[in-house]
């Protein structure tokens, strides 16, 4: 697509239950990137795909999150047992490769996470 | 443990005005910095990226500028439109890729 789409774009659910995020990044775009957009926290950085590669996981924030993405495009962003603590934004991007000082990400526009 | 600093946090001009936003980091050994704009609502709009080997960057009204030896980066905003109302966020990427480690925003209000 023309760029990176992410569904939904709210969700509303109730404390304890999980949650699924979509991102599809750019067509041929190799690196994938989770980020986390919450009042008082600002913008932190989750999970980042590269490939085939064993992602990087040290942003992640709990063991309740967790993300796969399969056949190197999508990536889901699960997040179990949900907590009010979660609500944010949760922001998807991705680069056309791994890195380098030319690495431009490029941003969806988001899922808005609220935990009742 | 890098950390991104933006000052002010919200700034109201009338239009027309020149305007300079200011991004500080700690950790110099950058391989670059990124200016982006979110409107309320959206994502992330990617304005200017500048490598740790350049010193600025112009694009249109836009300018950044990168002095990675003191940690220092301005995003300068010349004739001020209504339309560039929005918040300005700058990131530094310092780990060959993999993540951008972000400041907490300015929120700029043009008004006509």
């Known amino acids: 697509g023309a760029g990176v789409s992410q569904s939904p774009s709210n969700k509303v659910t109730e404390k304890g239950k999980d949650v699924e995020l979509r991102c599809d990044p750019i067509?041929?775009?190799?690196?994938l990137y989770w980020y986390r957009q919450s009042l008082g926290q600002g913008l932190e950085f989750l999970i980042y795909?590269?490939?085939?590669?064993?992602?990087?996981k040290s942003g992640l924030p709990s063991d309740r999150f967790s993300a796969e993405r399969t056949g190197g495009s999508v990536s889901t962003l699960t997040i179990q047992r949900t907590q009010q603590e979660d609500s944010a934004v949760y922001l998807c991007a991705s680069s056309r490769r791994q890195g380098g000082a030319k690495n431009i990400q490029y941003f969806g526009a988001g899922t808005r996470l609220s935990v009742l | 443990k890098q950390e991104v600093t933006q000052i002010p946090a919200a700034l109201s001009v009338p239009e027309g005005e020149n305007l300079v936003l200011n991004c500080s980091f700690t950790d110099s050994a950058i391989y670059n910095l990124q200016w982006f704009r979110q409107d309320p609502g959206k994502g992330l709009t990617s304005l200017l990226l500048i490598q740790s080997s350049q010193r600025e960057q112009t694009s249109g009204r836009l300018n950044a500028s990168l002095d990675k030896s003191s940690g220092r980066s301005t995003l300068y905003i010349a004739a001020s439109q209504p339309g560039d109302s929005a918040t300005y966020l700058c990131a530094v990427n310092n780990n060959a890729g993999n993540m951008l480690t972000f400041g907490g925003g300015t929120r700029l209000m043009v008004k006509p």
């Open positions: 795909f590269q490939g085939n590669s064993a992602p990087d």
């Open positions: 067509s041929g775009h190799t690196a």
